[in-house]
């Protein structure tokens, strides 16, 4: 297991840390990798982010459907479809940990990958519809199936010529991974923790109902799927906007501040709460962007397999309705959970937590370079051993004091054993958790941001984001299935869909129910290797992109289909 963890930290500092190093910090080759096709696709197309905004609300509204065109699913069905998988544990966690380790600043790097992402987002789908295959007519096609199959692997290998299709199969080999990952299993594990830490729900209990939930959507295709997130991912983003928006009512005088403060941190950055270096602009950029492809996905290449499937013979009208997404996604949703958060104070703020020795959540930090093995810590009368070279620190934020009970009257003394993972009092009795002031991160974080927030109206708010991280969770998964199938469906034909429908399955009942320590490690690894092969593609593939644009715009192609 030592060695797995090592090879995972190694794999994830070659992704995401590995760069040329300017003014003595690394910028990481995947950042400078995003950031530069995002700009280099708003130039070459004009910004189309900006201009084609409206026109992709207009499209999306129903207005040009002609549902005689090819495609499984409506214009708004493959969007949700797409926000459904987007949308989710990113948008909550997400967004606490960016900040977390990133400071206040990491939002507008979050806000500015998502700008550069809507242009990233518009040609990645426009691409995939344009070299999408179509099933041709067939009365006995299980619709199960569905009858498109598009994304990345077929624009690779069909835009840029066979030649490129091992390139094409590393991608969708890599995507199923990721789809087992970072659109299943965290999805699962984090719904599950919550539903345990806030009503004592056995995790295998949680994990037996939303495997069962996401079974019976994903077995009808797409078809079932476009149906469930056209309902789901409106209701999940309404109810969760509305909540953060009466926080912000409440704490309306430091909106504006909080606001100035993000652009600030941004490029002046502050000493953050965690994490090696935190203070740094590269660490906060980092952080910002990192979460900010997690949570909208611009340019890894998921998203166009869901529009593939809309139902549309001019490959740019869906396009203008992909680049809503990271608008939606981050610059509305995320931004929403970030100025809670900050607004709240609790981003930075030691509240009393229960400190499980064996969680995950716990590290231990030197104070100052020892060749010594530490294996204990003293703690006297609740304060740890001046002279100990290393500390217990709660997501990475050292604790000073410990306690036996909740409410901090009994201070602990005694030591506490590293690698057993338990604390000895001076009487001999042994505690496997203790309790003190600590810095929290990820889902509790926004919870508890959300109780605070809305506490004038009684202590429910944290519920808000328990429901949400329910919601975003299934839905989430449910849309991610259906970018694996496509994958399976590319790389083994049809023969394959259900047996990776039940290994997605299995693999989210294993998600909800065991502790995977470096499960965001783990998904971001995967993020990073389907990332890469995709922006050579669409940097290769931006003249015809740029040609259809042209083409769609000069035409105006929907002013025929105009229902008004």
């Known amino acids: 297991m030592q060695l797995f963890h090592q090879a995972v930290d190694t794999l994830e500092h070659y992704i995401w840390s590995f760069g040329p190093s300017v003014a003595g910090e690394s910028i990481p080759f995947i950042v400078i990798a995003l950031l530069g096709t995002g700009l280099f696709l708003t130039v070459r197309l004009r910004f189309l982010q900006f201009r084609g905004l409206l026109h992709g609300f207009a499209v999306t509204s129903g207005r040009y459907d002609d549902p005689t065109e090819p495609g499984d699913v409506s214009h708004f069905q493959a969007l949700t479809t797409a926000l459904s998988a987007t949308v989710g544990i990113g948008n909550i966690a997400g967004v606490a940990i960016a900040i977390h380790f990133g400071g206040p600043g990491a939002l507008f790097w979050m806000w500015m990958t998502a700008v550069l992402g809507m242009a990233t987002k518009y040609t990645e789908v426009t691409l995939a519809q344009r070299y999408r295959v179509i099933e041709t007519d067939d009365s006995d096609k299980d619709v199960r199936y569905g009858t498109v199959s598009g994304g990345p692997m077929y624009y690779i290998e069909r835009g840029l010529g066979p030649a490129w299709k091992p390139l094409g199969v590393f991608f969708a080999t890599s995507l199923i991974l990721t789809s087992f990952l970072t659109g299943n299993g965290v999805q699962a594990n984090t719904v599950a923790d919550v539903l345990a830490?806030?009503?004592?729900?056995?995790?295998?209990?949680t994990g037996l109902v939303t495997s069962t939930i996401v079974f019976l959507v994903?077995?009808?295709?797409?078809?079932?799927?476009?149906?469930?997130?056209?309902?789901?991912?409106?209701?999940?983003?309404?109810?969760?906007?509305?909540?953060?928006?009466?926080?912000?009512?409440?704490?309306?005088?430091?909106?504006?501040?909080?606001?100035?403060?993000?652009?600030?941190?941004?490029?002046?950055?502050?000493?953050?709460?965690?994490?090696?270096g935190a203070g740094l602009f590269v660490t906060t950029m980092m952080w910002g962007v990192r979460r900010g492809l997690f949570s909208n996905e611009g340019g890894m290449g998921s998203a166009p397999i869901a529009h593939s499937a809309a139902r549309t013979d001019e490959p740019v009208s869906e396009g203008v309705v992909a680049l809503?997404?990271?608008?939606?996604?981050?610059?509305?949703?995320?931004?929403?959970?970030g100025l809670v958060l900050l607004v709240t104070g609790v981003w930075n703020e030691p509240v009393p937590t229960q400190l499980a020795l064996s969680s995950g959540d716990i590290t231990y930090e030197s104070r100052h370079s020892s060749e010594t093995v530490v294996t204990t810590i003293t703690v006297q009368n609740g304060s740890p051993d001046a002279d100990s070279t290393v500390q217990l620190a709660w997501h990475d934020v050292a604790v000073d004091r410990f306690f036996l009970d909740p409410d901090h009257r009994e201070p602990f003394t005694g030591v506490i054993e590293i690698e057993n993972q338990v604390a000895v009092a001076a009487d001999g009795e042994t505690y496997e958790q203790?309790?003190?002031?600590?810095?929290?991160?990820?889902?509790?974080?926004?919870?508890?941001?959300?109780?605070?927030?809305?506490?004038?109206?009684?202590?429910?708010?944290?519920?808000?984001?328990?429901?949400?991280?329910?919601?975003?969770?299934?839905?989430?998964?449910?849309s991610w299935s259906y970018y694996g199938d496509r994958c399976a469906n590319y790389l083994l034909g049809a023969r394959a869909i259900l047996p990776y429908k039940i290994l997605f399955i299995l693999m989210h009942f294993a998600g909800a129910i065991f502790a995977f320590s470096t499960v965001w490690t783990l998904g971001d690894v995967a993020l990073g290797l389907v990332t890469f092969p995709n922006l050579i593609a669409l940097v290769l593939l931006s003249g015809s992109v740029s040609q259809l644009t042209r083409s769609y715009f000069e035409r105006k192609p929907w002013l025929s289909k105009s229902r008004n």
């Open 197 to 205: 830490a806030e009503f004592g729900i056995a995790t295998w209990m």
């Open 218 to 276: 994903i077995v009808g295709g797409i078809s079932r799927i476009g149906r469930v997130t056209s309902i789901l991912a409106p209701l999940m983003a309404t109810v969760y906007v509305s909540a953060a928006l009466i926080v912000l009512a409440f704490h309306y005088q430091l909106v504006l501040p909080t606001l100035a403060l993000i652009v600030q941190e941004a490029f002046n950055p502050s000493a953050g709460v965690a994490g090696t």
């Open 324 to 337: 809503l997404e990271p608008f939606i996604d981050t610059i509305v949703i995320c931004s929403m959970t």
């Open 434 to 478: 203790l309790y003190g002031m600590a810095v929290e991160n990820g889902a509790p974080l926004t919870a508890l941001a959300f109780q605070r927030g809305l506490a004038p109206l009684g202590p429910w708010g944290h519920y808000i984001v328990i429901l949400s991280v329910l919601l975003f969770a299934i839905s989430t998964a449910i």
